[in-house]
């Protein structure tokens, strides 16, 4: 049984945000490394939704080639991020709105912020029952005077509005408990998620194509920090 959120000791989404740009693994994707799989009809995204590159675009391309060849009636587009870059995230979505079938996505580990934009916009959305989702207003990241990151919530009344708007029409709620869910900037576990009706699926086995995508992305990243050793 998952816990209560007001017993969970995880961090806010904006804070895990900030620690996964520290770790090793986002150095990695700075290196222009792909954080984008692809393989048949499935796009995998792990990680910072960040620093979209042209060859990303090409992925996504690669994909529609092959539903389009091998009448495929969906892709199925794999998340596993706490979120990213706005424009990054319009950039994602502009990929997918040229899909020439509907997308289905699965929700593994964190989705939130940018990433929960990205999954929303999609057919259905099936998630891992470890898994956890969460929103929040925008949030800049700046520097005091001692060079320390500071977490500051946009003020600007329009994008305000717009996310409000948004997530009460996705979540089918109101916008009081939309304006409620942002400002937390918590995440929910399935239990709490589920409420929300935006969940198609429960599933509680990881698909082997996630595992190996993972394995792939990990095996890549340990290369990459012994070579740097030598």
Do not use: W
């Amino acid at each position: 049984m998952s816990k209560p959120l007001e017993e969970s000791k995880i961090d806010s989404i904006a804070e895990s945000i900030i620690k996964l740009a520290k770790r090793p693994i986002f150095q990695y994707r700075k290196n222009n490394k792909p954080f984008i799989m692809t393989e048949k009809n499935y796009i995998c995204i792990i990680g910072n939704i960040c620093l979209m590159l042209r060859k990303d675009q090409q992925k996504f391309q690669e994909v529609f080639d092959y539903v389009k060849e091998h009448n495929c009636e969906n892709i199925n587009l794999i998340i596993n991020s706490p979120g990213g870059s706005v424009k990054d995230k319009d950039r994602v979505l502009e990929y997918i709105n040229k899909s020439p079938v509907p997308i289905d996505c699965i929700i593994i580990g964190k989705c939130a912020s940018a990433a929960i934009e990205i999954a929303l916009e999609c057919r259905n959305i099936s998630i891992y029952y470890k898994s956890k989702v969460g929103i929040h207003y925008p949030i800049n990241i700046e520097y005091d005077e001692d060079r320390k990151e500071v977490l500051k919530e946009t003020n600007d009344q329009n994008q305000i509005k717009y996310y409000k708007e948004y997530f009460s029409r996705k979540f089918n709620i109101s916008e009081e408990e939309a304006n409620t869910l942002l400002k937390e900037s918590k995440y929910l576990n399935v239990d709490q998620a589920i409420k929300y009706n935006f969940i198609t699926n429960i599933f509680y086995e990881l698909p082997e194509i996630y595992l190996r995508f993972k394995n792939t992305l990990m095996s890549k990243i340990e290369y990459q920090h012994i070579s740097k050793k030598i």
